[in-house]
Nanobody, 126 residues
Framework: VQLQASGGGLVQAGDSLRLSCAVP????????MGWFRRAPGKEREFVAA????????RYVDSVKGRFTISRSVTKDTVYLQMNSLKLDDTAIYYC????????????????????WGQGTLVTVSS
């Protein structure tokens, strides 16, 4: 099973974009969803995460106040609303799922995430 992110595109700095990721039926019921990104020439990095059960969220500092992660239980979809986009936000954005772990209950470590898909490209131009 791969999670497919969608909604990417070419936008100008300052614009907004909303990414979506449909969550398939999973073998585990307690998990959190994460958005990651890989900018050109850089390592993949954590962007945001949300606990499916209670919608608690976490963000990387560089997107706080600009990006909002949310989920729809009825649509089984996680979203990433991106506002005030900057050139540095240009990247391929991926969604993935992390099963609950008592050792790291709300981890942002990408090695704990599963079901990576192809990602969706977001290009921010000046």
């Amino acid at each position: 099973v791969q999670l497919q992110a969608s909604g990417g595109g070419l936008v100008q700095a300052g614009d907004s974009l909303r990414l979506s990721c449909a969550v398939p039926e999973l073998a585990f019921s307690n998990y959190h969803m994460g958005w990651f990104r890989r900018a050109p020439g850089k390592e993949r990095e954590f962007v945001a995460a949300i606990k499916w059960r209670d919608a608690s969220t976490r963000y990387v500092d560089s997107v706080k106040g600009r990006f909002t992660i949310s989920r729809s239980v009825t649509k089984d979809t996680v979203y990433l609303q991106m506002n005030s986009l900057k050139l540095d936000d240009t990247a391929i954005y991926y969604c993935a799922v992390a099963p609950f772990s008592r050792a790291a209950p709300f981890t942002t470590d990408e090695t704990q995430f599963k079901h990576w898909g192809q990602g969706t490209l977001v290009t921010v131009s000046s």
